[in-house]
């Protein structure tokens, strides 16, 4: 089986099996064994559950752009909270078997999975488009950003303005529509475009988090130098692989 085919075919959540949800990739790991005794019941009860996707990279990866601190806490505090409340959502709502995704695109989210669920799911695409390793863009991106925003300049422009002008917390995204072209929105808090309460819907290929706690400690209140940065470390083959 390869890798595509074994990530599409792993999404399910079983009694008695970790989840692994479909955007996590190769690099998941299981959870290390605790020495605790569980009652059968129980371990029954709570085997159904997203894991926190290791980072890809080092928390000091990017020197120059997201300070190390800043990383630990938002992977280790911010998104294994996310996780951890998003399973414990889901537990009480009594939701087993789906992805992540087909949780999010759900017609009416509880609160606590709307909240979470976008939490963990909006954070797991973030650390995975972004790379300390830039080449930029394949021809075949360039193209396609080219036809759809005029020029990467434009594109790149749009893109940070769509984060600086997000008023409070959210994101950022590139999304494709169902008709394939790309288009840049943004979403208030963790919501995303997956979710039917966005203004836009689409596929997110490309997400930044614009929280204060994705950016404080380095760059205080100047969330607009932290979106020029950003958007330096993207991983554009990790973002052109998530076209169809
Ligand atoms: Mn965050």
Request: aromatic share 8%; charged share 25%; proline share 5%.
């Amino acid at each position: 089986m390869n890798k595509r085919k074994f990530l599409k075919n792993t999404v399910m959540a079983t009694t008695g099996m970790t989840v692994v949800p479909s955007l996590v990739l190769s690099s998941c790991k299981t959870e290390p064994k605790k020495e605790e005794t569980v009652e059968p019941e129980a371990a029954a009860a709570t085997a159904t559950s997203f894991v926190l996707p290791p980072l890809p990279y080092g928390y000091d990866a990017f020197p120059d752009t997201i300070d190390a601190m800043t990383m630990e806490i938002h992977h280790s505090k911010h998104h294994q909270g996310y996780t951890n409340k998003l399973n414990a959502a889901l537990k009480e709502a009594n939701i087993s078997g789906k992805t992540i995704e087909e949780i999010l695109t759900m017609d009416e989210l509880p609160t606590a999975i709307r909240n979470n669920g976008g939490g963990f799911y909006n954070h797991s695409l973030y650390w995975d488009i972004l790379t300390p390793g830039n080449e930029g863009m394949s021809e075949t991106l360039a193209t396609k950003i080219t036809e759809d925003f005029g020029s990467e300049e434009a594109f790149k422009n749009e893109l940070a303005t769509a984060g600086a002008k997000r008023f409070g917390s959210g994101w950022a995204w590139v999304c494709q529509d169902g008709d394939k072209k790309l288009h840049i929105c943004s979403t208030p808090n963790q919501d995303n475009p997956l979710m039917k309460v966005a203004e836009q819907m689409g596929t997110p290929i490309l997400g930044i988090d614009v929280w204060e706690h994705a950016y404080y400690l380095k760059y205080q209140n100047k969330r607009g130098d932290y979106l020029q940065n950003i958007i330096k470390i993207i991983n554009w083959d990790k973002v052109g692989s998530r076209m169809s």
